[in-house]
């Protein structure tokens, strides 16, 4: 007689298996989540990079142009340039220098307590606010608001503003990129991938400026706003002190950039540095590497 075994039928899985599937279902929806997660923060980094390197690049073009009127104003001898040449002991070049200080000051405010100002005055010439900033002032002054300040100023600056013919439109230029803040009123600024308003610095400075790739060898210990150091050799101290604090800067042999900046990731400003979005590395260097 012939006996036929039957292996009794399997009920399910075990407990450990189901664990096992489980533990490799939760591996493998954290590292997609993972990724998912690095290409939205790649995104948001992409599209603050295109946002600020549009804005430095409109700052570059304003810096060049307001340069290129005061080479204007020294050759047809406006009564400015003459004003503050004789200030500067009759050094046209000094003369020149200080005036492209005086020009990017009054075309760029940076501060609360400089568009507030109906005027500033150097070398007995008095700079006016110009018509573009006339409903920018009674923005708050305190240390806190100054990254926003700077923002709306910005926006102000490039959007409002005709330089030697070249108006920056700022609607075609960063579209989507723009939205309101209360800031002493509602004011319109350029925005990051993070809704964090993008600010900027007129005069900056940094040892990062001063060597490669930003400055060659050659230009390392040059002022681009006075690459003759007529301002940072000036020999009358209480002159120069009273225009450095006219114009919020320090004259020296140091690369002086004027930089379109986002928080970056952390939302918050580093001082430009860690990992904020900076114009000028974006305008040397392409995008900033940053690695999430």
Request: proline share 5%; net charge neutral.
């Given at each position: 007689m012939r006996h036929t075994t039957t292996r009794p039928a399997r009920a399910g899985f075990t407990l450990i298996e189901l664990l096992v599937v489980l533990a490799i279902i939760a591996i493998l929806t954290s590292l997609t989540a993972a990724a998912v997660q690095r290409i939205r923060i790649l995104r948001l980094v992409k599209s603050s990079e295109d946002t600020v390197s549009k804005l430095q690049s409109a700052l570059?073009?304003?810096?060049?142009?307001?340069?290129?009127?005061?080479?204007?104003?020294?050759?047809?001898?406006?009564?400015?340039?003459?004003?503050?040449?004789?200030?500067?002991g009759n050094d046209e070049d000094r003369a020149e220098a200080l005036l492209l200080y005086c020009r990017l000051r009054q075309a760029l405010p940076q501060t609360a307590a400089e568009v507030n100002a109906?005027?500033?005055?150097?070398?007995?010439?008095?700079?006016?606010?110009?018509?573009?900033?006339?409903?920018?002032?009674?923005?708050?002054?305190?240390?806190?608001?100054?990254d926003q300040v700077?923002?709306?100023?910005?926006?102000?600056?490039?959007?409002?503003?005709?330089?030697?013919?070249?108006?920056?439109?700022?609607?075609?230029?960063?579209?989507?990129?723009?939205?309101?803040?209360?800031?002493?009123?509602?004011?319109?600024?350029?925005?990051?991938?993070?809704?964090?308003?993008?600010?900027?610095?007129?005069?900056?400075?940094?040892?990062?400026?001063?060597?490669?790739?930003?400055?060659?060898?050659?230009?390392?210990?040059k002022d681009p706003n006075d690459p003759l150091g007529r301002l940072a050799g000036w020999p009358d101290a209480a002159k120069k002190s009273a225009s450095q604090s006219a114009l919020g800067t320090t004259f020296g042999n140091r690369n002086t950039v004027p930089t379109a900046f986002s928080f970056g990731l952390n939302k918050a400003s580093d001082n430009l540095s860690g990992d904020d979005i900076l114009g000028y590395k974006l305008r040397s260097l392409g995008a900033k590497g940053f690695n999430p």
């Open positions: 570059d073009n304003q810096v060049k142009i307001t340069a290129d009127n005061v080479k204007r104003e020294r050759i047809q001898g406006s009564n400015d340039f003459k004003s503050l040449a004789t200030y500067c109906a005027s500033f005055t150097v070398g007995g010439v008095v700079f006016p606010r110009l018509p573009a900033f006339n409903d920018m002032t009674g923005m708050p002054t305190a240390a806190a608001s100054a700077s923002a709306a100023l910005l926006y102000a600056a490039l959007s409002r503003r005709s330089v030697g013919g070249n108006m920056f439109v700022s609607d075609d230029a960063t579209a989507g990129a723009q939205m309101d803040i209360a800031l002493g009123g509602t004011r319109r600024v350029y925005k990051d991938g993070w809704d964090n308003p993008v600010g900027f610095r007129r005069f900056h400075q940094s040892a990062e400026l001063d060597a490669a790739p930003y400055s060659q060898p050659a230009d390392a210990t």
